[in-house]
């Protein structure tokens, strides 16, 4: 019996209930994995939507990224779920009035817009991979070039139309993705610590910043591997994009919780105590993870730093970074549930680390999409300078 | 040529006729069944059983914290009866208790699945009190038993993806355990803690009033054993039932009325310190 579940730990008063947390590492990656699907696509529009050259260098990878952990969104959410093979209920049968119900449309389409996005960005390779290959490899391919082979300067204009209108849509598709995780959370009266208004735009702008430092990190790991330079101008592009989205998202994070704070509703001292306990950790790792790259990259922008030093300073900041949003989602999941709604105890989650909700499979989760991104871009080769237009 | 083509033209007429007639019919069939699912066909009176139409009732709950006297037999006997994990994490109902002692201006508050309770009681499957406060000066102290409130707008319905719990006509919210998915959503977003996972079949669980005991004109089980009378429940469309006495005759209050859940559940004799 113990086996199936793990019971946490309290003090004060807790519903009896509730010492067993519904939702635990697994929803903590969800967020997370979703946040950087939104944050690379948001990178790879940068250039196909608002043109701006410097991102070019990673546009296309940024695009394979998104798509790479795209697929693996519904991974945690399934793992989760009691009846995984009931999943699809929630597509024949969507309550209207749930956000969850919203998921599997949302997903689907986001998936979908993705791959197709992916397929015109990259038709003129795959249509040179189809002429060059035969049998099935070739027909492969022609299924990948969606049947055409024609690479004329007609239907290269038509295939940059639907590259600019499927990133334009997709825009606001990652958006909603992302912005629903955060929904499910802010929308719930019953939880103190998720009730807030600006959850969704929370969400949305940390995915943002996740996804360009996960991209800096990528970048500048494969340029060590295929021993190419690091495009500077790129590189300046991230790092200022990079720090304005972090003073947006420090911003609305400190909105909140000010608000929080100020308005001192019943129970505010179990809120004090949830962050000088439990949680205190995590909320060090989050502030620490973010304070330290916006010193960073302020200095840098304001000495305008080139070269070695600015990859170092952006690699630094991006990992911390990236650290720091992981946080994040963990202060918000669990934090939300070791603050009992009683709102006169605190619960203490310890993940596990073996069994379908335990670290290992959260962990597997999250590595999983660089192996299929590295497969990708085996397939679409994104850093091909022959092929890079659009 | 015009021949054929004026051919092919009314076959088509007839094979969109045709089609219609078949949309009207499935239309007609999917109605037909869609009416019995929702229990609106001819045979009114019949649902959810042959003998009980649960548009004839209205079921509603009270709580008398002047009389518990926290003996948990409500607890042990909704056990017994749902087959609820025997254990001090899963509960349709539970006991709460509120001790302020001399000089202090906050109770203490427990409930039997307290680890000290649990030691007193010497297995999970057994519930009581523990005598803590015997050389302590109580100055006020009162039990609170609690369940499911069987809300009028359930937050659990409303986040439920596949819309597997629902609130009955008669006013029960249920789930159906063959159609949950076990998201959990539902156990978050209940702000009583009325909901609880069931690890053996994977799907939620909750209070469900005993249904299967309530059509067919039972108490239920925790209502039956309670030997106090600090539980009520009836029907709130009969005038003379226990429940409309209950509501008549007290002050009654609801938990967290700020949430607007609009609970069915009607307690007296609770303090502000209840939550």
């Known amino acids: 019996m113990q086996e199936l579940y793990h019971v946490a730990p309290y003090t004060g008063y807790v519903y009896p209930n509730e010492t067993v947390f519904p939702w635990g590492v697994l929803i903590v990656i969800y967020p997370y994995i979703t946040g950087l699907v939104a944050g690379s696509f948001t990178v790879s529009t940068f250039y196909h939507v608002f043109g701006m050259k410097r991102f070019e260098p990673v546009a296309r990878f940024a695009l394979l990224t998104a798509l790479s952990f795209m697929i693996f969104v519904p991974t945690p959410l399934l793992f989760h779920l009691g009846h995984p093979e009931r999943a699809l209920n929630a597509l024949w049968t969507p309550h209207l009035t749930s956000a969850m119900a919203a998921f599997g449309y949302t997903a689907g389409f986001y998936i979908l817009l993705l791959m197709l996005e992916t397929g015109f960005i990259f038709r003129q390779h795959i249509v040179a991979r189809a002429q060059a290959t035969t049998g099935v490899v070739r027909g492969f391919y022609r299924i990948l070039a969606f049947g055409s082979d024609d690479v004329s300067e007609n239907a290269l204009a038509y295939d940059r139309k639907w590259i600019r209108a499927l990133a334009l849509i997709g825009m606001p598709g990652a958006h909603i993705l992302h912005g629903y995780a955060g929904f499910v959370f802010g929308s719930l009266k019953a939880r103190e610590w998720w009730a807030s208004d600006l959850m969704p735009a929370i969400f949305l702008s940390s995915a943002v910043i996740s996804g360009i430092a996960l991209l800096v990190l990528l970048y500048v790991a494969v340029a060590k591997v295929r021993k190419f330079a690091l495009d500077n101008e790129c590189m300046r592009g991230l790092a200022y994009t990079l720090f304005g989205f972090l003073i947006f998202t420090l911003v609305l994070e400190l909105l909140e919780f000010v608000n929080l704070i100020y308005k001192g509703r019943e129970g505010i001292e179990t809120v004090m105590a949830l962050i000088a306990g439990p949680l205190a950790l995590g909320l060090n ?10 010193v960073v990259l302020t200095v840098m922008i304001w000495r305008k730093t080139q070269g070695t030093p600015l990859v170092v300073g952006l690699t630094v900041s991006a990992a911390l970074i990236m650290i720091a949003v992981l946080a994040m989602r963990w202060n918000v999941v669990i934090g939300g549930q070791e603050l009992s709604k009683t709102m006169k105890g605190l619960l203490t989650y310890h993940a596990p680390i073996w069994g379908r909700e335990g670290i290992v499979v959260a962990a597997s989760v999250f590595i999983a999409p660089f192996f299929v991104l590295w497969a990708l871009t085996r397939l679409f080769p994104p850093w091909d300078a022959g092929s890079q237009r659009a | 040529m015009k021949n054929k083509t004026h051919k092919t033209a009314s076959g088509r007429r007839v094979f969109l006729g045709k089609l219609g007639k078949v ?24 649902f959810p059983t042959a003998d009980y139409d ?102 659990c319905v409303q986040v439920c993806p596949v819309g597997a719990t629902f609130k009955t006509k008669d006013g029960a919210v249920l789930i159906d355990h063959t159609y949950c998915i076990g998201c959990q959503y539902c156990v978050q977003a209940c702000p009583y803690g009325a909901r609880t996972f069931n690890y053996e079949q994977q799907v939620t669980d909750k209070c469900t009033w005993c249904y299967h005991r309530i059509t067919k004109g039972l108490q239920p089980a925790c209502v039956e054993v309670c030997p106090v009378n600090a539980r009520i429940f009836g029907d709130l469309m009969d005038p003379g039932s226990a429940i409309r006495k209950f509501i008549r005759e007290n002050r009654v209050q609801v938990l967290k009325p700020e949430t607007g859940n609009a609970p069915t559940c009607f307690y007296i004799g609770i303090d502000k310190e209840v939550s």
Not at chain 2, 96 to 104: I, N, S, T
């Open chain 1, 285 to 294: 790792i989050q502030l620490v993870g973010s304070v330290i790259p916006l």
């Open chain 2, 54 to 155: 649960w548009t004839k009732h209205r079921w509603g709950y009270g709580v008398d914290a002047t009389r518990c006297i926290g003996c948990l037999r409500c607890v042990e006997a909704c056990k017994i009866e749902n087959g609820v994990s025997n254990d001090a994490h899963h509960f349709r109902t539970w006991v709460e208790r509120y001790v302020y002692l001399k000089g202090e201006d906050k109770p203490r508050i427990d409930s039997h699945s307290d680890p000290q309770n649990i030691a007193a009681a010497g297995s999970q499957g057994e519930y009581r009190f523990d005598n803590r406060y015997k050389d302590a000066e109580v100055e006020k102290a009162f039990f609170v038993p609690k369940l499911c409130n069987h809300c009028e707008h359930p937050s």
């Open chain 2, 23 to 46: 949309a009207v019919y499935a239309g007609a069939l999917l109605g037909a069944a869609r009416g019995l699912a929702k229990g609106e066909s001819s045979a009114a009176g019949s």
